[in-house]
């Protein structure tokens, strides 16, 4: 999607933090609507909403079709600031923590909700969403250098299998990991295979391991597949 930086008629809005402006974020202008990427748009509000109370989160404050009013980030792309700045170990370990807190408040999304509607044998222990998209470029900066974890439009819902008593796996299609951007800082268990695996929120929490390697050895992948023509 497009982002503009909205600057006007912010009087009265709770907003999350003080700040003058918003991100309005539309379906690019040369790109069809589809189902597919309306789905994938309404899955990020859903997600947003639903972790309003986290603050190492963007927030979404509405959402109509393809067109979202979300935070704006002042300190822009984490991968960006990554590159252009050294940091004191106290700061690498703070920016650790907020994204650390961050993945596991989406992870909690409804743990310990009793929903009158949920059928019996549902238990409140389990969580509901997979971001599955945890990297770098995702993960914003506000204006106080705090890291906030953006974009849930690749993001699972997942389903509760009720005949094995469990939340229902995921596919994944191994094809996305490798060389390029997409996968090369995917789990072991997404990347097995020629076609594609079932994985659970397990993965992301490698992902998370991939991000905070990279604090320490400025490397952005903690390991590249070797190919053929690679080796």
């Not at 912010?10 to 309005?24: F, H, M, T, V």
């Not at 389990?126 to 945890?134: E, F, M, P, S, Y």
């Amino acid at each position: 999607r497009d982002a503009w930086v909205y600057k006007r008629n912010l009087e009265g809005l709770q907003l999350s933090a003080k700040q003058d402006r918003l991100i309005l974020k539309t379906l690019r202008w040369k790109k069809p609507y589809s189902e597919k990427v309306f789905e994938l748009q309404r899955i990020d509000a859903l997600a947003s909403e639903r972790l309003a109370g986290s603050p190492h989160v963007i927030n979404t404050y509405g959402l109509c079709g393809m067109s979202t009013f979300n935070d704006f980030a002042g300190g822009g792309n984490f991968e960006t600031y990554m590159k252009e700045n050294d940091f004191t170990p106290e700061e690498l370990l703070a920016f650790a923590r907020n994204i650390s807190v961050g993945l596991a408040d989406v992870h909690e999304i409804n743990v310990g909700v009793i929903d009158p509607d949920d059928p019996p044998g549902v238990p409140k222990n389990i969580g509901t969403i997979v971001h599955h998209d945890l990297r770098h470029h995702n993960l914003l900066l506000t204006d106080d250098h705090r890291v906030m974890i953006s974009d849930f439009n690749a993001a699972q819902l997942l389903k509760w299998n009720f005949n094995k008593g469990k939340s229902c796996d995921f596919l994944w299609w191994t094809k996305q990991c490798g060389l390029s951007v997409l996968g090369s800082d995917r789990s072991p268990e997404e990347c097995a295979g020629d076609q594609r695996n079932t994985v659970t929120q397990k993965a992301e929490v490698y992902h998370l391991g991939s991000i905070l390697h990279s604090l320490l050895s400025k490397r952005r992948f903690p390991y590249v597949k070797e190919v053929a023509s690679n080796k």
